[in-house]
């Protein structure tokens, strides 16, 4: 969550200032075509073969005329493959491990944090009820996001897809545009893998978050590895292809605030079995489905606080209760879709279900549902009304 367009107190990136290099310009060094992806020459037999279709040329180009040469060519790979799939905007960008921020490759100073709002209303749940549809649903509520659906391909762990609010890495008025505008203007965007909002693994993992309205207390056991409260679900999806897996990796993690408000984490996979992820007083909490409930969900308040009955602390919550109650956890990725258009709010800024046996993600953005854009992990990006 975010106080502001570009600030959560996390170490970003600076605003950079070049202005975006004219077509002309580019013809002389190879212009980048963002998303352009036909295969480059035959003779590069030493690349990566995660990356030997995408063509860097462009991308290179750029990067040497400002005086980054040397850039790792999986780095190039990665800013080779941005494209945009909405005028919302959503953008698309696979990005190839290891993972590198845009101050590895230049100085930059921080982005000033301001203050936070309140005003959460994000909604998470997990219907796992049925072995052959199992889904995890989430409403991101929020100002005005553009987003960022990433497809990561780490040197190790598991392949994943998790969605980016790119507020946080790139300037306002460029949000837009990032098609049009020079690569130092990009070089924000390999920041994102540290700034996961939600996310589905190969596995059929999936993991989302939402803000508590406590300070709960993250454990700060010295035994234990710290790890940004974002960042770390990106970790969970490279590292686990179950929920006990998951919950074993997180016990040996310290979450660490990026600058926003305290979370917890709902977590799923292809079986029964879904958790929410609580902390109080150092301590994580762990609130688990069963095979007479298939289901867990959570919105912005701490059930950890509730002694066992949360139910009329949040309409959001009491709804989707109800929902996956009577339908017994099993609901379709269409229905799943419209129960988070049941719990908007004129705030929610996308709603995702990610199908965890066909590993697809359904996007919709700014409550537009007669548009649901489906984005599978393993294939190329479509979209579909």
């Not at 649903?137 to 780490?154: A, K, M, Q, T, Y």
């Amino acid at each position: 969550m975010r106080g502001s367009k570009c600030s959560w107190g996390i170490a970003a990136v600076a605003a950079l200032s070049v202005i975006c290099i004219t077509f002309g310009v580019l013809i002389a060094t190879g212009r980048i075509k963002i998303g352009s992806n036909a295969p480059p020459p035959a003779t590069d037999g030493e690349r990566d073969d995660r990356y030997a279709s995408v063509d860097t040329d462009g991308v290179r180009a750029e990067l040497e005329a400002i005086g980054l040469g040397d850039v790792p060519e999986h780095v190039v790979a990665t800013l080779s493959t941005l494209e945009k799939l909405d005028d919302y905007p959503v953008y698309t960008m696979r990005y190839f491990g290891p993972y590198i921020r845009a101050s590895e490759l230049r100085s930059e100073t921080d982005r000033e944090a301001s203050g936070m709002t309140t005003d959460w209303a994000c909604s998470l749940f997990a219907a796992v009820g049925s072995p052959s549809r199992p889904v995890l649903g989430r409403n991101f509520d929020w100002e005005v996001s553009p987003i960022l659906v990433l497809l990561l391909e780490p040197e190790e762990g598991h392949r994943s897809m998790m969605s980016i609010d790119i507020a946080y890495l790139v300037e306002p008025e460029i949000v837009g545009r990032l098609e049009e505008c020079g690569i130092e203007q990009l070089l924000p965007l390999l920041d994102a893998p540290f700034l996961t909002f939600d996310g589905m693994n190969e596995a059929g993992l999936a993991v989302g978050m939402a803000a508590v309205d406590y300070e709960c207390g993250y454990p700060s056991n010295p035994d234990n590895r710290n790890v940004g409260d974002l960042r770390l679900m990106r970790e969970v999806l490279e590292a686990s292809s179950t929920v006990e897996e998951a919950i074993a990796f997180l016990v040996g993690i310290n979450p660490v605030s990026q600058g926003g408000p305290n979370m917890h984490y709902l977590i799923a996979d292809r079986t029964p079995d879904a958790a929410l992820i609580e902390y109080r007083d150092g301590e994580m909490v762990v609130f688990r489905s069963n095979v007479k409930t298939p289901w867990q969900l959570g919105t912005n308040f701490p059930v950890v606080l509730t002694d066992g009955d949360p139910a009329g602390r949040c309409w959001r919550y009491d709804l989707i209760e109800k929902t996956l109650r009577e339908s017994g956890g099993d609901l379709s990725a269409t229905a799943a879709m419209s129960l988070l258009e049941d719990v908007s709010t004129p705030t929610t800024r996308w709603s995702i279900v990610y199908d965890l046996t066909e590993t697809v993600m359904h996007l919709c953005v700014g409550r537009n549902w007669d548009l649901v854009h489906e984005i599978p992990l393993v294939e190329d990006v479509e979209s579909e009304v």
